[in-house]
């Protein structure tokens, strides 16, 4: 008899090869046709909701993988949180304004075309992309309402923008007034401070003269000091045309000393920093003492002003500051003080204006060495070098910066004690991971007014109006509603207005447009509202400084209160050389690139495995361990789905075996973790957790000890439905444990059970619900016995390594194990479970001795318990190859052992055709 035909060998279409760039894409079509988001919706509506706003990317090229990494976590939280039973749709979004896009599409065009065509194509750019990046997003597995995402360019959306900036405007918070700003003279555009990138920069450094004026008081010249000089120290010579004044700290020591280059004033403790020779202190003074001095201009014909400043510090320069106030947020403050001048003579290019005298028509970083060139012509330049220092370059265009005074609108942060409330908002909400709380706090309590304007094309412009006669502005309540209304296509009611500066009747739009960080921070207003606030805000490292902490200024000046409960925070992905990956560098590797050659779900295992709170260095290498660990975890589904072909229903929890019984125990265990660890965002926690269970707990034990009892017990018998039970049960709880991680791996595995007849009624794992633990299947004693077996176990296995490389058995079956302990509980257990050791260690024949006689040379004692391998008495049985003294015995089965003769003879086994 062909005895191999009576094995009960698993049986499964799903393939050990994965294919998943070939499989993926058909499950993607088969989750849009059967409309799988819009049946998980459904089948949670009406319960609480879990509301994850997302933050909107560029659209501006296609993704990246760091924009993979932001999707893909968003997906895994909306993906665990729907199947536990939230109702939590996903709303994606793209921000499609601003210089990301206007940048391109200029550099497209190639030419100065009109604001219209800019704008025309900057909608047809983000038109484009829009639809490229939703079906990458689509491509990793992420779920969403991608048919209806929200656009910052929809004029829905533009509508909600104008009637928050109309709150803030009606609460006092919008101003408009010339202070520097950071402005790039390449973009001819200000910049926020989130759109600066510092890079080592070399300037000039000058130590410079400002001669004090002879009829200067408190400062009379006197015998004792002749042409004394206040001496100040600079990086940026091109600033000293907009100077104004110079700063002292009021209660610091300044020395007048005499040099041959004349007496020079400096602060005592930054004597050293003056290069020259024969120094003598002719007298020293307090810096109180010496402010209202007039200074004389070393560079135009104007009067500099000595006053005192707190900021003045001790670790370089002079002690003496220049001030200049249109070109320094400090120099601004403390001149608003003195009510100084705000002087700054530079275009929107950069170039000096005819205010910067015979500097005129220069660009400002060539005209430095004009101007050194000149103070060294007046003799006012004491010492010059080079300095390499952090300085702030566009984002965009990577040119320096220059701090510039221009008209702008700003958003008052202390108004209405904005800021603070801010602060006291930040220490109620949760911040993922905890240090990121601090980081926040940090960028509010230090950040300046918001400026708003920005001088560009593309985006929402700002709703001012401007008298034609005088260029008085206009803005108020009625100005932004009319504007709200031309976005609906709508004719406003236009107030017969006059200016109230001129009288004049006609006027002019402003043609500034929003901050595009205003846009997208209005999200909230215009998008979230639907569970307000939002459960979870997600984005990356860079956003404190941008999406988080303006979404939460605008929703504190609106609503006084954070637009989210929550706000978790993920780190950059880097190169190999450790450099965050960006389009602009040219570093990014696209994930579509990783998915045609390993799928999806290789890249989100990724994902998961990795603590994403820090940054991420990745390279392609970095996928090969993963790609192991995912070929184990599929082999585990292949070996549960293959052996429950035939599986029917549950058997009773009380007809189980206690290894089954401990297994469902462990398996609860399981389910607790993984579920505290979604609930912490910890995904990492959840495959490392998810990946030893399949290989620790089930591959390298319980499957590998299971065989002998699925494929040669009788099929309908106790052992083997016990066993089916356990198998069915941890098939479907790592199913749909791991599915926010792996979507279409999990998606295969129920398929491949509706194939087998089991869940017919259920099109998709995402319309069932994450397992709980179940209390009844809770044993804490057999697992503290089987702790014990294990352990055992583990020393039998060394034991039989030690003798198969000795040669004295092959196949563990061959092994007889002989167990001696003088330990009373563990020699109890062993003989508490005598009839399943044989199993736990797949030998043949276990015996346990009470005592251990002389003769027993080969027993060897290892940590737990004492060993004696033997080769197997009796004869291998030819269909479940156990070795037994009762084979031959059996005149109808000769070559079968008492339990294969069992099963043939009650034919419980699946009969085969020849």
């Given at each position: 008899m062909d005895y191999k035909s009576t094995i009960n060998l698993p049986k499964t279409s799903f393939s050990m090869k994965a294919n998943l760039p070939q499989k993926e894409p058909e499950t993607l079509k088969y989750w849009e046709e059967m409309k799988i988001y819009e049946s998980m919706q459904e089948i949670r509506k009406g319960k609480k909701q879990y509301i994850l706003h997302d933050g909107p990317p560029y659209a501006n090229g296609n993704t990246h993988i760091g924009t993979a990494l932001n999707k893909v976590l968003k997906d895994i939280i909306v993906k665990y949180m729907t199947m536990s039973g939230y109702d939590s749709p996903y709303i994606p979004g793209w921000d499609c304004h601003g210089m990301p896009i206007e940048h391109n599409v200029v550099q497209e065009m190639g030419k100065e075309v009109g604001r219209n065509k800019i704008r025309e194509n900057c909608i047809k750019y983000a038109e484009k992309y829009v639809p490229i990046q939703r079906d990458e997003f689509k491509r990793l597995g992420v779920f969403g309402d991608w048919e209806r995402p929200y656009l910052t360019m929809n004029p829905e959306y533009e509508i909600n923008v104008l009637k928050t900036f109309k709150t803030l405007v009606e609460k006092g918070y919008i101003y408009r007034a010339k202070r520097p700003i950071h402005w790039c003279p390449g973009c001819k555009t200000a910049l926020a401070e989130a759109e600066l990138e510092y890079k080592d920069h070399l300037s000039p450094s000058i130590y410079v003269k400002f001669p004090v004026k002879r009829d200067s008081s408190p400062m009379a010249q006197n015998d004792t000091c002749p042409d004394a000089s206040f001496l100040i120290w600079t990086t940026t010579p091109w600033t000293l045309p907009a100077n104004v004044a110079v700063a002292l700290h009021p209660d610091y020591d300044y020395s007048f000393i005499k040099t041959e280059q004349g007496i020079l004033i400096v602060a005592d403790e930054l004597m050293e920093k003056i290069h020259t020779k024969n120094r003598e202190i002719m007298k020293r003074v307090k810096g109180k003492e010496l402010e209202g001095a007039k200074l004389v201009h070393p560079l135009v014909d104007r009067i500099s002003t000595v006053i005192l400043a707190d900021f003045v510090k001790k670790d370089e320069g002079t002690g003496c500051v220049h001030i200049a106030p249109g070109h320094g947020e400090e120099d601004y403050q403390i001149g608003l003080k003195y009510?100084?001048?705000?002087?700054?003579?530079?275009?929107?290019?950069?170039?000096?204006?005819?205010?910067?005298?015979?500097?005129?028509?220069?660009?400002?970083?060539?005209?430095?060495?004009?101007?050194?060139?000149?103070?060294?012509?007046?003799?006012?330049?004491?010492?010059?070098?080079?300095?390499?220092?952090?300085?702030?370059?566009?984002?965009?265009?990577?040119?320096?910066?220059?701090?510039?005074?221009?008209?702008?609108?700003?958003?008052?942060?202390?108004?209405?004690?904005?800021?603070?409330?801010?602060?006291?908002?930040?220490?109620?909400?949760?911040?993922?991971?905890?240090?990121?709380?601090?980081?926040?706090?940090?960028?509010?309590?230090?950040?300046?007014?918001?400026?708003?304007?920005?001088?560009?094309?593309?985006?929402?412009?700002?709703?001012?109006?401007?008298?034609?006669?005088?260029?008085?502005?206009?803005?108020?309540?009625?100005?932004?509603?009319?504007?709200?209304?031309?976005?609906?296509?709508?004719?406003?009611?236009?107030?017969?207005?006059?200016?109230?500066?001129?009288?004049?009747?006609?006027?002019?739009?402003?043609?500034?447009?929003?901050?595009?960080?205003?846009?997208?921070?209005?999200?909230?207003?215009?998008?979230?509202?639907?569970?307000?606030?939002?459960?979870?805000?997600?984005?990356?490292?860079?956003?404190?400084?941008?999406?988080?902490?303006?979404?939460?200024?605008?929703?504190?000046?609106?609503?006084?209160?954070?637009?989210?409960?929550?706000?978790?925070?993920?780190?950059?992905?880097?190169?190999?050389?450790?450099?965050?990956?960006?389009?602009?560098?040219?570093?990014?590797?696209?994930?579509?690139?990783?998915?045609?050659?390993?799928?999806?779900?290789?890249?989100?295992?990724?994902?998961?495995?990795?603590?994403?709170?820090?940054?991420?260095?990745?390279?392609?290498?970095?996928?090969?361990?993963?790609?192991?660990?995912?070929?184990?975890?599929?082999?585990?589904?292949?070996?549960?789905?293959?052996?429950?072909?035939?599986?029917?229903?549950?058997?009773?929890?009380?007809?189980?075996?206690?290894?089954?019984?401990?297994?469902?125990?462990?398996?609860?265990?399981?389910?607790?973790?993984?579920?505290?660890?979604?609930?912490?965002?910890?995904?990492?926690?959840?495959?490392?957790?998810?990946?030893?269970?399949?290989?620790?707990?089930?591959?390298?034990?319980?499957?590998?000890?299971?065989?002998?009892?699925?494929?040669?017990?009788?099929?309908?018998?106790?052992?083997?439905?016990?066993?089916?039970?356990?198998?069915?049960?941890?098939?479907?709880?790592?199913?749909?444990?791991?599915?926010?991680?792996?979507?279409?791996?999990?998606?295969?595995?129920?398929?491949?059970?509706?194939?087998?007849?089991?869940?017919?009624?259920?099109?998709?794992?995402?319309?069932?619900?994450?397992?709980?633990?179940?209390?009844?299947?809770?044993?804490?004693?057999?697992?503290?016995?089987?702790?014990?077996?294990?352990?055992?176990?583990?020393?039998?296995?060394?034991?039989?390594e030690d003798k198969r490389e000795q040669g004295v058995v092959g196949n563990s079956l061959e092994a007889k194990v002989i167990l001696w302990t003088e330990d009373k509980e563990l020699r109890e257990v062993l003989g508490n479970h005598r009839d399943e050791l044989s199993s736990l260690f797949i030998v043949s024949q276990v015996e346990i001795r009470k005592e251990v006689s002389p003769q027993d040379e080969g027993m060897i004692s290892y940590k737990n318990v004492s060993t004696k391998i033997e080769r197997a008495k009796g004869k291998k049985c030819e269909r479940c190859w156990i070795y037994s003294e009762e084979v031959g015995k059996d005149k109808d089965y000769p070559t079968l052992c008492p339990k294969c003769i069992f099963v043939l003879k009650g034919g419980d086994y699946e009969q085969k055709e020849a």
């Amino acid at each position: 008899m062909d005895y191999k035909s009576t094995i009960n060998l698993p049986k499964t279409s799903f393939s050990m090869k994965a294919n998943l760039p070939q499989k993926e894409p058909e499950t993607l079509k088969y989750w849009e046709e059967m409309k799988i988001y819009e049946s998980m919706q459904e089948i949670r509506k009406g319960k609480k909701q879990y509301i994850l706003h997302d933050g909107p990317p560029y659209a501006n090229g296609n993704t990246h993988i760091g924009t993979a990494l932001n999707k893909v976590l968003k997906d895994i939280i909306v993906k665990y949180m729907t199947m536990s039973g939230y109702d939590s749709p996903y709303i994606p979004g793209w921000d499609c304004h601003g210089m990301p896009i206007e940048h391109n599409v200029v550099q497209e065009m190639g030419k100065e075309v009109g604001r219209n065509k800019i704008r025309e194509n900057c909608i047809k750019y983000a038109e484009k992309y829009v639809p490229i990046q939703r079906d990458e997003f689509k491509r990793l597995g992420v779920f969403g309402d991608w048919e209806r995402p929200y656009l910052t360019m929809n004029p829905e959306y533009e509508i909600n923008v104008l009637k928050t900036f109309k709150t803030l405007v009606e609460k006092g918070y919008i101003y408009r007034a010339k202070r520097p700003i950071h402005w790039c003279p390449g973009c001819k555009t200000a910049l926020a401070e989130a759109e600066l990138e510092y890079k080592d920069h070399l300037s000039p450094s000058i130590y410079v003269k400002f001669p004090v004026k002879r009829d200067s008081s408190p400062m009379a010249q006197n015998d004792t000091c002749p042409d004394a000089s206040f001496l100040i120290w600079t990086t940026t010579p091109w600033t000293l045309p907009a100077n104004v004044a110079v700063a002292l700290h009021p209660d610091y020591d300044y020395s007048f000393i005499k040099t041959e280059q004349g007496i020079l004033i400096v602060a005592d403790e930054l004597m050293e920093k003056i290069h020259t020779k024969n120094r003598e202190i002719m007298k020293r003074v307090k810096g109180k003492e010496l402010e209202g001095a007039k200074l004389v201009h070393p560079l135009v014909d104007r009067i500099s002003t000595v006053i005192l400043a707190d900021f003045v510090k001790k670790d370089e320069g002079t002690g003496c500051v220049h001030i200049a106030p249109g070109h320094g947020e400090e120099d601004y403050q403390i001149g608003l003080k003195y009510n100084l001048p705000i002087i700054s003579p530079v275009d929107d290019g950069g170039v000096f204006t005819e205010e910067a005298g015979i500097f005129k028509g220069k660009q400002v970083f060539e005209a430095n060495d004009e101007i050194i060139e000149v103070l060294e012509e007046k003799g006012l330049l004491v010492d010059k070098d080079e300095i390499t220092h952090s300085y702030p370059h566009c984002w965009r265009c990577d040119s320096p910066l220059i701090f510039r005074a221009t008209p702008q609108w700003f958003l008052n942060v202390n108004h209405k004690d904005l800021k603070n409330r801010m602060l006291e908002e930040i220490e109620r909400v949760k911040w993922i991971p905890s240090w990121s709380k601090e980081r926040i706090y940090n960028t509010v309590k230090e950040r300046p007014d918001w400026c708003l304007s920005r001088q560009r094309v593309w985006g929402i412009p700002i709703p001012v109006l401007y008298c034609k006669n005088c260029e008085e502005p206009v803005l108020n309540s009625a100005v932004v509603e009319e504007a709200i209304l031309e976005t609906e296509n709508r004719k406003p009611k236009t107030e017969n207005r006059k200016c109230k500066k001129c009288g004049g009747e006609e006027f002019i739009k402003e043609k500034d447009i929003f901050d595009v960080w205003f846009d997208s921070s209005s999200s909230y207003n215009a998008v979230a509202r639907v569970n307000f606030p939002a459960d979870l805000y997600l984005e990356g490292v860079d956003h404190h400084r941008v999406w988080f902490q303006h979404s939460l200024l605008l929703s504190m000046a609106t609503d006084n209160r954070s637009p989210f409960k929550a706000c978790l925070t993920h780190g950059l992905v880097l190169d190999e050389k450790m450099h965050k990956m960006s389009k602009k560098l040219g570093n990014i590797v696209s994930p579509m690139e990783i998915t045609d050659k390993f799928g999806a779900d290789i890249l989100r295992l990724y994902f998961s495995s990795v603590d994403y709170t820090r940054d991420i260095p990745f390279n392609f290498e970095s996928l090969e361990s993963i790609k192991i660990a995912y070929r184990k975890i599929r082999n585990t589904f292949k070996f549960l789905l293959g052996n429950i072909y035939d599986y029917k229903e549950p058997i009773p929890y009380n007809n189980l075996l206690e290894i089954d019984k401990l297994m469902l125990h462990k398996l609860q265990k399981l389910i607790k973790e993984i579920r505290d660890a979604y609930k912490k965002f910890e995904f990492y926690k959840v495959y490392h957790l998810f990946y030893n269970y399949c290989i620790i707990d089930l591959s390298k034990f319980y499957l590998d000890i299971l065989k002998d009892r699925l494929y040669t017990y009788g099929k309908e018998s106790n052992e083997r439905r016990s066993a089916q039970t356990v198998l069915y049960e941890t098939l479907s709880s790592l199913a749909r444990l791991i599915a926010p991680v792996l979507p279409f791996t999990a998606e295969e595995v129920w398929k491949e059970e509706e194939t087998m007849g089991m869940r017919m009624d259920r099109k998709s794992i995402f319309v069932e619900d994450i397992p709980e633990v179940n209390e009844n299947y809770i044993d804490e004693d057999i697992e503290e016995r089987w702790q014990i077996l294990k352990k055992v176990r583990d020393d039998v296995l060394c034991a039989i390594e030690d003798k198969r490389e000795q040669g004295v058995v092959g196949n563990s079956l061959e092994a007889k194990v002989i167990l001696w302990t003088e330990d009373k509980e563990l020699r109890e257990v062993l003989g508490n479970h005598r009839d399943e050791l044989s199993s736990l260690f797949i030998v043949s024949q276990v015996e346990i001795r009470k005592e251990v006689s002389p003769q027993d040379e080969g027993m060897i004692s290892y940590k737990n318990v004492s060993t004696k391998i033997e080769r197997a008495k009796g004869k291998k049985c030819e269909r479940c190859w156990i070795y037994s003294e009762e084979v031959g015995k059996d005149k109808d089965y000769p070559t079968l052992c008492p339990k294969c003769i069992f099963v043939l003879k009650g034919g419980d086994y699946e009969q085969k055709e020849a």
